[in-house]
Nanobody, 126 residues
Framework: VQLQASGGGFVQPGGSLRLACTASGSTLNDYDIGWFRQAPGKEREGVSCSRRNSGSPSYSGSVKGRFTISRDRAKDTLYLQMNSLEPEDTAVYYC????????????????????WGQGTQVTVSS
């Protein structure tokens, strides 16, 4: 499966962006999916994840209440709605998938995923 993340850009603090992740070669409905980000000089961190058989997504503490992950099964697309963006949210954002059925504690771990998209840059600055 090949993943494509899009929707990044430049936004002022307090602004919003919506990232999208699509796949070719397979359907996202068959995967557990995560959104990750990596800021310069920092390790890649799990932001949010959606397990295909669970209605409860998971969020990191730094984005909970501001970011929302969702799946559009008809469009076979995963979204990350990002509101109230802060300069600390500046990073390259990646979507990743696995066919393994993850437990919630593994859902935002980098090592849980097998396929990664190329990333999309999000820059939050005044």
């Amino acid at each position: 499966v090949q993943l494509q993340a899009s929707g990044g850009g430049f936004v002022q603090p307090g602004g919003s962006l919506r990232l999208a992740c699509t796949a070719s070669g397979s359907t996202l409905n068959d995967y557990d999916i995560g959104w990750f980000r990596q800021a310069p000089g920092k390790e890649r961190e799990g932001v949010s994840c959606s397990r295909r058989n669970s209605g409860s997504p998971s969020y990191s503490g730094s984005v909970k209440g501001r970011f929302t992950i969702s799946r559009d099964r008809a469009k076979d697309t995963l979204y990350l709605q990002m509101n109230s963006l802060e300069p600390e949210d500046t990073a390259v954002y990646y979507c990743a998938v696995t066919k393994r059925r993850l437990i919630v504690s593994a859902c935002r771990q980098v090592g849980s995923y097998d396929y990664w998209g190329q990333g999309t840059q999000v820059t939050v600055s005044s």
